[in-house]
């Protein structure tokens, strides 16, 4: 398990060094949702809005966090009786987590749709702000699965 | 012998996790070469995780959450 998680939390924790959209180098192709537009007669793009790579960053970041969290719960969830006879600890401690979570979920829906409705940057700096606390629970959430899923030792 | 039955029950939720963390493994390699390699995010992707963060987001704010976010017995 503590080997199948690392790569994962290894790959968030450097999306998070790589920032969000700060500096960011990401293209949309043409015609994207991120990056609406249409084809005109002689076939050059007419964007009918502006390309929004931080949203891109944005979504794609917090997808990726929602499912490493979700993945630990569900599995704990789906596995309940034989994670507990290796470790009751772990039930418990996600539940914890579980009214966070939820919480932080709830305050993203609304931060993004204020967002789409009012694209400025005070409301990407709200979405943004969510975002890092969602990914601030990734690793919060996996290691209470890591350390108590090993072995009794003799 | 009860270690042998630790470590094959460890054994077994691995396997089972897998293809979750397969998943996240994927997504996290794609965002991450694009966002290090200036690669170009095509439509298909955009598209892709426009859908997913609509529908998402429409479900959280009609009030439905997955069963694993809430505190069972």
Same mark, same amino acid.
């Given at each position: 398990?503590?080997?199948?998680?690392?790569?994962?939390?290894?790959?968030?924790?450097?999306?998070?060094?790589?920032?969000?959209?700060?500096?960011?180098?990401?293209?949309?192709?043409?015609?994207?949702?991120?990056?609406?537009?249409?084809?005109?007669?002689?076939? $050059?793009?007419?964007?009918?809005?502006?390309?929004? &790579? =931080? @949203?891109? %960053?944005?979504?794609?970041?917090? *997808?990726?966090?929602?499912?490493?969290?979700?993945?630990?719960?569900?599995?704990?969830?789906?596995?309940?009786?034989? $994670?507990?006879?290796?470790?009751?600890?772990?039930? &418990? =401690? @996600?539940? %914890?987590?579980?009214?966070?979570? *939820?919480?932080?979920?709830?305050?993203?829906?609304?931060?993004?749709?204020?967002?789409?409705?009012?694209?400025?940057?005070?409301?990407?700096?709200?979405?943004?702000?969510?975002? =890092?606390?969602?990914?601030?629970?990734?690793?919060?959430?996996?290691?209470?699965?890591?350390?108590?899923?090993?072995?009794?030792?003799? | 012998?009860?270690?042998?039955?630790?470590?094959?029950?460890?054994?077994?939720?691995?396997?089972?996790?897998?293809?979750?963390?397969?998943?996240?493994?994927?997504?996290?390699?794609?965002?991450?070469?694009?966002?290090?390699?200036?690669?170009?995010?095509?439509?298909?992707?955009?598209?892709?995780?426009?859908?997913?963060?609509?529908?998402?987001?429409?479900?959280?704010?009609?009030?439905?959450?997955?069963?694993?976010?809430?505190?069972?017995?």
């Amino acid at each position: 398990m503590k080997i199948l998680l690392l790569p994962a939390t290894l790959l968030i924790s450097a999306l998070l060094v790589a920032g969000l959209g700060g500096g960011c180098t990401t293209q949309l192709e043409n015609g994207g949702a991120y990056a609406p537009g249409t084809n005109s007669a002689s076939g $050059v793009f007419v964007p009918t809005q502006a390309p929004d &790579p =931080a @949203l891109y %960053v944005a979504d794609a970041s917090y *997808k990726l966090a929602y499912d490493a969290i979700d993945g630990v719960l569900k599995f704990e969830r789906e596995n309940r009786a034989e $994670v507990a006879k290796l470790s009751p600890k772990v039930k &418990p =401690a @996600l539940d %914890v987590i579980r009214p966070t979570v *939820k919480d932080v979920d709830r305050r993203w829906a609304l931060a993004r749709a204020a967002y789409k409705i009012n694209p400025i940057p005070a409301n990407l700096s709200t979405l943004q702000n969510v975002l =890092a606390e969602i990914q601030r629970l990734v690793p919060v959430v996996q290691s209470q699965l890591n350390p108590n899923l090993s072995p009794p030792t003799p | 012998m009860e270690e042998l039955a630790a470590i094959s029950g460890l054994v077994t939720l691995a396997v089972k996790a897998a293809p979750e963390v397969e998943q996240v493994y994927k997504d996290a390699k794609t965002l991450i070469t694009s966002l290090f390699n200036k690669g170009v995010i095509t439509k298909a992707q955009q598209d892709a995780s426009m859908q997913w963060a609509d529908d998402h987001q429409a479900a959280v704010l009609a009030g439905n959450t997955p069963p694993e976010f809430e505190i069972e017995p």
